[in-house]
């Protein structure tokens, strides 16, 4: 049986958000640690060849989304199982687990990176309509947010293959960065109604506090320590200086900005 994970919607009305569940940072193997983004290389490639496949899948949805006011069954299942697969390996990437994702789309049984998209939603036709204008604010949020990781993803590295762990403070930041660019996904994918929200954590959210129960996820609900918080605020202000530094790889428009933050793309 599997493990009852995080919080239960007691408030009538409360936004079904994408939800990802990972465990408590755990010891990992330094080996793996020292070598961790060649051993995913393959992972990388299968990702970057789903990803066409995703493109013609994004568009046919759309198309059906417009006329039945929500996604295919077929379409939506290679969506979320897509999105699941591309959040998996990130996590790996990123160093929040130690266990290697294995090359499927479905749920694989007992992986610690568990991503959480309600099935079959209503989708609002306007808003399906204007989709790719809409995503812009929170991609330009996911890309900043996302440099600003990786522009110290080897001092991350360093401390993690030191330790043997990631601290926790450094895991709450990551687990966030990681959770607002898979929310990020399963809009822009058409998964959910819900916009992106709460890099920062969940604490100001009453839904997620009163519907907090026991369980193995230390992400869902995702509070942020004082030092997480400060960590996702370093990440915003260098992915910004990053960003106007690099200014002209991104058009006016924000589309390259989406298309950079979107799983595979």
């Not at 929040?96 to 209503?122: D, I, N, W």
């Amino acid at each position: 049986m599997e493990p009852h994970y995080g919080t239960v919607p007691l408030i009538p009305g409360a936004e079904a958000l994408p939800e990802l569940d990972i465990p408590l940072p755990g010891r990992q193997n330094r080996l793996s640690v020292l070598v961790r983004l060649l051993l995913l290389l393959p992972h990388f490639v299968v990702l970057a060849v789903l990803s066409v496949v995703t493109f013609f899948a994004v568009v046919a949805g759309w198309f059906a989304a417009l006329l039945l006011g929500r996604l295919p069954g077929p379409v939506e299942r290679y969506l979320a199982g897509f999105l699941g697969y591309d959040t998996r390996v990130n996590a790996c990437a990123m160093l929040l687990t130690g266990r290697f994702p294995s090359f499927e789309l479905g749920e694989p049984m007992g992986y610690p990176a568990r991503v959480r998209v309600q099935q079959s939603v209503h989708l609002n036709r306007p808003a399906v309509l204007f989709r790719l204008l809409l995503v812009i604010p929170a991609a330009l949020v996911a890309v900043v947010a996302s440099a600003g990781w990786w522009a110290v993803s080897a001092l991350s590295w360093l401390v993690v293959l030191f330790l043997g762990r990631m601290p926790l403070p450094l895991f709450e930041a990551t687990a966030a960065v990681l959770r607002y660019r898979m929310r990020l996904g399963a809009y822009s994918l058409l998964l959910t109604p819900a916009y992106p929200k709460r890099l920062l954590g969940d604490q100001s959210a009453p839904d997620a506090v009163v519907g907090t129960i026991a369980g193995p996820s230390a992400t869902r609900p995702l509070f942020l320590g004082t030092g997480a918080k400060v960590l996702v605020g370093a990440f915003l202000v260098l992915g910004l200086v990053g960003g106007a530094a690099n200014g002209s790889r991104y058009g006016a428009d924000g589309s390259a900005a989406v298309q950079a933050s979107l799983p595979g793309f």
